[in-house]
C-alpha cells in the first residue's frame, strides 16, 4: 500500500508541450504538497494546497497549475514546458497546515525538457 | 532570508567509522527542524524532527542534536545500508506549511 503515490515516474517530453503528474494520497491527510529538486538536490516548495485550497505558492510560474480535485489528489499541470523545467518533481502530504508536521514524500517523478 | 546550508556536500566512511553531519540555519523563530533521509530514485523518509536547542533525538545508529545556529546528524559505527543522501529543513514560525531545506549530504558507506 503506497501511502503516496504520483504518476508518471518518468516523463520526457519536448519543449513546448503541456503535461501533468498526477499524485495520490490514502493517508487521510489534509495537506498536500508539490516540491521541485533541482540537479543539486536542492528542495524547493512550489504549492501547497489544505482540504482543496490553496495555501502556497512559491512565485512559481503560472505555466504551472496545480488542481485538486479533492484532498486524496493534487495534480500538476504543466504548459509550453522549458527547458529549465528539467527536475524531479515530489508530490507529499502531511497531516494539516500548522503545525511542525512531519511530510510523507512520493517517489518522484523525473521531467526531462529536451 | 531564511536559509540552511550542510555540510560537507559529501562524505565517505568506512563501514564503523562514526562521524557527523552539520546543518547550519538562519530562521527567523525557529518552528522546528527537520531530518529526511533520500535514497537514490526515491523520495525523503522523515527521520527526526527537533524543536528547542539542547533537544536530541535517536533512531538506532543516528543521533540527531540542535543548538540555535545548527544541528548535527551523528552516525554512530555506520553500515553500507546507511548509505543516502541527508537532507536537513527547517520550518519558520512565520511560514507555517513552508519548510527550507539545505543541499543535502551524500553518505556512502564502504564495507
Known amino acids: 500500500d503506497t501511502a503516496v503515490s504520483q504518476t508518471p515516474k518518468y516523463l520526457v517530453t519536448q519543449m513546448g508541450n503541456d503535461k501533468s503528474i498526477k499524485c495520490e494520497q490514502n493517508l487521510g491527510h489534509d495537506t498536500m504538497y508539490w516540491y521541485k529538486q533541482d540537479s543539486k538536490k536542492f528542495l524547493k516548495i512550489m504549492f501547497s494546497y489544505n482540504n482543496k485550497e490553496l495555501i502556497i505558492n512559491e512565485t512559481v510560474p503560472n505555466r504551472f497549475s496545480p488542481k485538486s480535485p479533492d484532498k486524496a489528489h493534487l495534480n500538476l499541470h504543466i504548459n509550453s514546458l522549458e527547458l529549465g523545467d528539467s527536475a524531479v518533481y515530489f508530490c507529499?502530504?502531511?497531516?494539516?497546515?500548522?503545525?511542525?508536521?512531519?511530510?510523507?514524500f512520493g517517489s518522484g517523478t523525473q521531467l526531462s525538457v529536451l | 532570508e531564511d536559509q540552511v546550508t550542510q555540510s560537507p556536500e559529501a562524505l565517505r566512511l568506512q563501514e564503523g567509522e562514526s562521524s557527523s553531519l552539520n546543518c547550519s540555519y538562519t530562521?527567523?523563530?525557529?518552528?522546528?527542524l527537520f531530518w529526511y533521509r533520500q535514497d537514490p530514485g526515491k523520495g525523503p523518509e522523515f527521520l527526526f524532527t527537533?524543536?528547542?536547542a539542547g533537544e536530541e533525538k535517536e533512531k538506532e545508529r543516528l543521533k540527531a542534536t540542535l543548538t540555535k545556529k545548527e544541528s548535527f546528524l551523528h552516525i554512530t559505527a555506520p553500515k553500507p545500508e546507511d548509505s543516502a543522501t541527508y537532507l536537513c529543513?527547517?520550518?519558520?514560525?512565520?511560514?507555517?506549511?513552508?519548510?527550507?531545506f539545505g543541499q543535502g549530504t551524500t553518505l556512502q558507506v564502504k564495507p
Open positions: 507529499a502530504s502531511s497531516h494539516f497546515i500548522g503545525a511542525t508536521e512531519k511530510l510523507f
Open positions: 529543513a527547517v520550518q519558520a514560525a512565520s511560514n507555517t506549511g513552508k519548510l527550507i
Open positions: 527537533l524543536y528547542s
Open positions: 530562521v527567523s523563530g525557529l518552528r522546528g
